[in-house]
């Protein structure tokens, strides 16, 4: 069964601390991994989609890694800000078309 | 720019009636999927589409059904609503294969 953990469920920290959220997945046969992020009550934003051959991509104050062979992506924040305070998913393509998600971080920054 | 749209926004039924939901995207994409979120499970894979005329079984697909006649529409059907399929259903699609998932705003459903 295909699945994907995120790690820590939940994670509040003071404004300006660079953070570090992981997801992990079993199916090494992936084609692309995706960061999104969730406000309350909405649907859900596309932050940065790594294809399997890149290792990192980059966006402003976050950047994501991947490690196919460890089955491992990080989404570093960095300089944390109130407004980054939502649930964070990351979400896997695998063969056939599916996507599947994990079940998110829930980020609380405090000013 | 319209994007992905999910219609109704919210909606109330009954026990055994039926319902479908629309999702209609304009940007010509290829794949469109519907996703469940429920409280600690995260979003959950009912059904998707790799093109029109196709579509494919996800994790939870049992009690609904599915149909995309035209490539801009993709409808989830209940023939039968239960309460356990209360939750928040969204669609979103994307253009091939490695390219970002573009998510509607949601459909809030609560079967009593």
């Known amino acids: 069964k295909q699945e994907v953990t995120q790690i820590p469920a939940a994670l509040s920290v003071p404004e300006g601390e660079n953070l570090v959220l992981n997801c992990s997945f079993t199916?090494?046969?992936?084609?692309?991994l995706q960061w999104f992020r969730q406000d309350p009550g909405k649907g859900l934003t596309s932050l940065l989609l790594i294809q399997s051959s890149q290792r990192e991509q980059t966006s402003g104050r976050l950047n994501a890694s991947l490690d196919k062979s460890s089955g491992r992506s990080t989404l570093y924040i960095a300089a944390s800000q109130p407004g980054d305070s939502a649930t964070y998913l990351c979400a896997y393509a695998g063969g056939g078309g599916k996507l599947i998600f994990g079940q998110g971080t829930e980020l609380s920054v405090k000013p | 720019n319209a994007g992905v749209t999910q219609t109704p926004k919210f909606r109330v039924l009954k026990t055994g009636q039926s319902m479908t939901l629309l999702c209609a995207q304009d940007?010509?994409?290829?794949?469109m999927y519907w996703y469940r979120q429920d409280p600690g499970m995260g979003l959950r894979l009912i059904h998707y589409?790799?093109?029109?005329?196709?579509?494919a079984k996800g994790e939870v697909p049992d009690g609904y059904n599915v149909s995309r006649l035209k490539k801009q529409n993709f409808l989830l059907g209940l023939e039968s609503a239960a309460p356990s399929q209360t939750s928040v259903y969204f669609c979103?699609?994307?253009?091939?294969?490695?390219?970002?998932?573009?998510f509607g705003n949601g459909t809030r459903l609560t079967v009593t």
């Open positions: 199916d090494s046969a992936i084609y692309n």
């Open positions: 589409s790799v093109g029109e005329g196709t579509t």
């Open positions: 940007m010509n994409h290829e794949y």
């Open positions: 979103a699609s994307r253009t091939e294969g490695n390219s970002p998932l573009h």
